[in-house]
């Protein structure tokens, strides 16, 4: 790799990195109900304004914040989601459920129209194997199975590593880097 296709590389890695620790970090404070839960919601919703930093250099503003938007709204679902599982709400967390899924769809279609490189279907089989596994992490949470919860988070990394690559192998096709 050049230098140029490495810095975008690591920066896609630790973007997605930072987006599945942080959404693990709220997952752990809202369901022990921990005193930084207003700080970490903070900085995990932070993520997509600096996804939207990076993709502002390749594609503007406009699609930038759109993405940006996507992503926030992805995290917010899934607020909703782990909260309502906490609160044994199983009407609203299939609600939530299917709002994630349809967010998912979202963001795969719009990543899909601005990158040729990012097929649609492949980043719909990659969300939907995020938003499982993350479901899962937050189940096990909650359950206060914390093997299980610990256990599970290293397939949440792979993924979000998967994801990373992807982004970054698009970009540096698309754009010749």
Do not use: C
Request: net charge negative; charged share 25%.
């Amino acid at each position: 790799m050049t230098p140029a296709q490495l810095a975008v590389h690591d920066k896609m890695r630790v973007l997605w990195e930072q987006h599945v620790m942080w959404t693990r970090s709220f997952i752990i404070s809202a369901a022990e109900s921990l005193n930084d839960l207003q700080l970490v919601t903070e900085r995990l919703l932070r993520n997509p304004s600096d996804f939207a930093a990076v993709l502002r250099r390749y594609y503007g503003n406009t699609t930038a914040s759109k993405f940006e938007e996507a992503l926030r709204n992805h995290l917010l679902i899934a607020a909703d989601l782990v909260n309502s599982a906490k609160a044994g709400n199983t009407a609203a967390v299939e609600a939530a459920r299917r709002k994630w899924y349809d967010n998912a769809d979202t963001i795969a279609a719009f990543l899909a129209g601005i990158n040729p490189y990012w097929p649609e279907q492949e980043w719909r089989r990659l969300l939907y194997g995020h938003l499982r596994t993350t479901e899962q992490e937050a189940v096990y949470r909650l359950n206060k199975q914390y093997a299980r919860d610990i256990a599970i988070y290293d397939t949440v990394e792979a993924q979000a590593l998967e994801m990373a690559d992807l982004t970054s192998r698009g970009i540096i096709e698309q754009f010749g880097i």
